[in-house]
């Protein structure tokens, strides 16, 4: 099946700093999202991204699908935006079975 | 506009004892359906989804069950739950392709 690596594994910042998160994925996608899961475990949708750039606040994303990657961009980060992030694309081309997801990226931002 | 809601939000269960955890979509209709699960650690890892009522597809062999008794209903059992059976249960439902998470279920097996 599809495999998706995310990088950095963990990452530690103060508040203000810029981050990249970076998503890689072993096969051509139709769909790509990002999510970030917060200390309660809630998961949040951040951004729906099968290719191009979307942005959304401090938050922006690009996916390049011909080249197999996403990035997700955090500029002057708050504490609130500690948790972990993952990135998730289908198991197959129709997607109905689901998405299979990268093991994340826990990002914690100092104050 | 859609909603989904699962429970119980904390659950502690001893060995061998009974699960029932579910979830229930709001707002759509024929959605598609998934339970996952978060071990220790932060992976999610896919256990059913469902397109449609009585249709269940199965992603891992395990000690659980899944049924879809109504269009907006999704269930995940156990007969006799064993300590690996604990982690943070999500359930989700699709639109277009876009993955959407209830709040989650968090189950101790002691």
């Known amino acids: 099946g599809i495999q998706v690596e995310q990088s950095p594994p963990d990452l530690i910042l103060q508040e203000g700093a810029n981050s990249t998160l970076r998503c890689n994925f072993s096969?051509?996608?139709?769909?790509l999202q990002w999510f970030h899961q917060n200390p309660w475990g809630q998961l949040i949708n951040l951004f729906y991204?099968?290719?191009g750039t979307k942005q959304n606040g401090r938050l922006s994303a690009t996916t390049v699908a011909t080249e197999r990657y996403s990035l997700l961009y955090i500029s002057s980060s708050q504490t609130t935006d500690s948790g972990v992030y993952f990135c998730a694309v289908p198991y197959s081309g129709g997607g109905a079975d689901g998405l299979t997801f990268g093991k994340g990226t826990h990002l914690i931002i100092q104050p | 506009s859609q909603t989904i809601h699962q429970w119980p939000a904390t659950l502690v269960q001893p060995v061998g004892s009974p699960l029932s955890l579910e979830c229930t979509v709001e707002?759509?209709?024929?959605?598609?359906l998934y339970w996952y699960r978060q071990a220790a650690g932060r992976g999610l890892q896919l256990l059913f989804y469902?397109?449609?009522?009585?249709?269940i597809s199965s992603e891992v062999p395990q000690n659980l069950s899944a049924s879809r008794p109504q269009d907006r209903q999704f269930i995940l059992s156990s007969k006799k739950l064993l300590l690996s059976d604990s982690g943070f249960y999500l359930c989700?439902?699709?639109?277009?392709?876009?993955?959407?998470f209830g709040e989650g279920s968090r189950l101790t097996v002691l």
């Open positions: 707002g759509t209709s024929n959605p598609n």
């Open positions: 991204i099968p290719s």
């Open positions: 469902s397109v449609g009522i009585g249709q």
């Open positions: 989700a439902w699709s639109s277009g392709g876009e993955l959407f």
């Open positions: 096969d051509s996608v139709n769909n």
